[in-house]
């Protein structure tokens, strides 16, 4: 657990240090999914904290961002649903078995063991937050045009679009959480009228990744505060703030200026 708080004040820290580059807030992810791992797998077994724990989180921060994410595939969501756990489950094998043969080298401990602990948990880890993402942010999938016609982001930092989960209001509305970015994949979302199906998936999978944009340059901290406290300040779509720049990007994108 202190490993885990350690890691996520770190990733904190990290994601604010190098906000505005893609490549820091890809490794500000990968530390805190290293660091939600380990602790895992250490609770689990009841190992201490060592100078090979931080070795094997760092070892796994920087394998997490080297490593794509799954950012979907084409099909639908019982197929995006199998390829992400097989996704999670698969890279947090082999992570946690790299970032295991590490620890136990600097600890001076088997590497051989510490490879199959490391495999082991990760691939526990991997599974279950493969299913927390399809049950708590919905299932992956590819827009329209495919991902390039609203991201041109490194690989190690790319977006998932993900469909409304069952707790998510169908009207049309998204957010922004991270890496996913929730966007129903067949509401017409505000654009009324001939092709608004066409225009309003457009429009909301745009303005979601303005805030995903933003959240990259700010850092997702200060992102998220910040719209926070626009919204109670100023109001959600007052002229300047974050939802504003959003929702004008999104017009410019379906060509409505």
Do not use: C, M
Request: no cysteine.
């Amino acid at each position: 657990v202190l490993i885990g708080a350690i890691g996520g004040a770190a990733s904190g820290g990290v994601g604010a240090l190098l906000k505005g580059t893609q490549i820091g807030q890809g490794f500000a992810g990968g530390l805190l999914k290293s660091s939600a791992s380990y602790a895992a797998t250490s609770a689990a077994s009841g190992d201490p904290i060592t100078l090979g724990s931080a070795a094997a989180v760092l070892t796994g921060s920087v394998l997490n961002t080297a490593l794509p994410g799954f950012s979907g595939g084409q099909g639908g969501t019982v197929i995006n649903a199998v390829a992400e756990g097989v996704h999670l489950t698969t890279t947090g094998a082999f992570v946690g078995g790299i970032s295991g043969a590490v620890g136990a080298a600097v600890d001076g401990r088997s590497i051989t063991q510490g490879f199959q602990t490391g495999a082991s948990g990760g691939a526990i880890a991997g599974a279950a937050s493969a299913a927390i993402n399809v049950l708590a942010l919905g299932a992956a999938y590819v827009p329209d045009g495919g991902l390039g016609a609203y991201d041109n982001s490194a690989w190690y930092n790319r977006p998932v679009f993900r469909r409304n989960p069952f707790w998510y209001p169908k009207n049309g509305t998204g957010i922004t959480l991270g890496r996913s970015l929730i966007t129903s994949s067949d509401d017409p979302g505000r654009i009324q009228g001939e092709d608004s199906n066409l225009f309003g998936r457009s429009w909301l999978r745009a303005h979601e990744h303005t805030h995903y944009q933003q959240q990259n340059r700010l850092g997702f901290g200060a992102f998220y505060l910040r719209t926070i406290r626009q919204y109670i300040q100023v109001g959600h779509s007052h002229p300047g703030t974050l939802e504003d720049a959003a929702n004008i990007r999104a017009a410019r994108h379906i060509g409505l200026f």
